[in-house]
Nanobody, 120 residues
Framework: QVQLVESGGGLVQPGGSLTLSCAAS????????MGWYRQAPEKQRELVAA???????SYADSVKGRFTISGDNAKNTVYLQMNSLKSEDTDVYYC??????????????WGQGAQVTVSS
């Protein structure tokens, strides 16, 4: 079983910065990819950014140039550096790890969610 713990959410003014982190623990044989989704009430969950174990990254158009995702495979941790934050970035951010664990070919695990609020 894999557990994910997120940290780093909070309240920030427009134009400010925040860094989210998500640490995975448990029996992980292999990490395929990891990343962040966000979801506001009554809206679909949106992929914000993802990074593969090889380091390839992808971003939603709305965050390109402002957010940076990075992963530390040795620490089983993924980070999301968010700069130039806007009010529309206000959401609950969920990390995920797509991994191989004992007895399971492939499985996606989710963090508990971190509230990010951008407001003056």
């Amino acid at each position: 079983q894999v557990q994910l713990v997120e940290s780093g959410g909070g309240l920030v003014q427009p134009g400010g910065s925040l860094t989210l982190s998500c640490a995975a623990s448990g029996s992980i044989f292999r990490i395929y990819d990891m990343g962040w989704y966000r979801q506001a009430p009554e809206k679909q969950r949106e992929l914000v950014a993802a990074v593969t174990s090889g380091g390839s990254t992808s971003y939603a158009d709305s965050v390109k140039g402002r957010f940076t995702i990075s992963g530390d495979n040795a620490k089983n941790t993924v980070y999301l550096q968010m700069n130039s934050l806007k009010s529309e970035d206000t959401d609950v951010y969920y990390c995920y790890f797509n991994v191989q664990t004992p007895g399971v070919t492939r499985d996606v695990n989710w963090g508990q969610g971190a509230q990010v609020t951008v407001s003056s």
